[in-house]
């Protein structure tokens, strides 16, 4: 591994990361929404908005709280792990002292979202008085992760973690900027993301080098593997079902008739976001493996066939 084909981000993160240019932000007491419409379906369904369209806002704030524990550990149990472990030289694949540097940047900057994160949940909790309900312990990465490391020899644990970490920060770039400008939404709540985003683009593209910097480094046969594991991984990553599960325990917390609640738990049960060519996460994700260098690995294009479109073309 080459030091010099690495280029760090150090004097950006000094000049423009949002821990050391952005005040706190307030959330206002407006008409506007907490969390976007169209990433609640729940509130877009045809029995909710004819039977029960008074309970839109506790659905879309219970759903913003999830949103924001779902940050919380995404940022501090996943991403901060794997960051820590390279920045403190404990990774097994070795990397050059400004990737280490970077790389605790980035746990700098997580950890900060994680705390900004929280500050809002606080604000939301004081401003309307309702309190979180029992919020998941885990996220789709919380199951992905294991399933691809259980698959993988130990002395390719790491690279998988490293690459699996990378997917995810690429996929929830793209996901937090579809966020940030949705003008029903609070400004502040813009804002937060919009944050974010500065940041996780910064990340994206830092994964991005360090996936290709160890691909570049790899032998043919640990390439063949981590090939292998990967539709493991993003079976079980661009799964619905948490999101599902929620929402159904959300609809038992709604004041609504029974009859009403049983419509509305047939109608969660019968969304489905199958994990297919079409699926709207994987076009991020195969740009993600496409400028790592990954998919100029036979093994790879091969094993990945089923989520390739299907012309077997990539970006």
Known sequence: MNPADYR???????????????????????HKLIYPLSRQPLVLSATFVDQCPQCRDFVLLQ??????????????EIVDKTARSIAKNRFSVPFPLACRYDAMTVVVDEDYHALVALDFMQ????MTGIPALELPG????????????ALAPAHL???????AVAIAENTVTHDVAAFSKDDSVKQSIRGLMADHLFDEGRHAVFWTRLVRLYWQSANAEDRDCIARILP????????????RNFDLQLIEHLDISTRTRSALRAEVQAMDFPITRQHPLLGNILGFLNHSALLQTPSVV??????????GAHP
């Open 123 to 126: 604000q939301a909790v004081e």
């Open 8 to 30: 760090s981000f150090a004097d950006d993160w000094e000049r423009r990361a949002t821990i050391r240019t952005r005040p706190r932000r307030v959330l206002e007491n407006d």
């Open 138 to 149: 885990q996220i789709e990465l919380s199951r992905a992760l294991p399933a691809a490391l």
């Open 157 to 163: 644990r790491d690279a998988v973690e490293l690459i």
């Open 63 to 76: 759903t913003f709280y999830k949103f924001i524990n779902d940050v919380v550990i995404f940022e501090t």
């Open 302 to 311: 091969q094993a990945l066939d089923a989520f390739l479109p299907a012309s």
């Open 232 to 243: 493991v991984f993003l079976q079980h990553y661009l799964t619905h079902d948490l999101q």
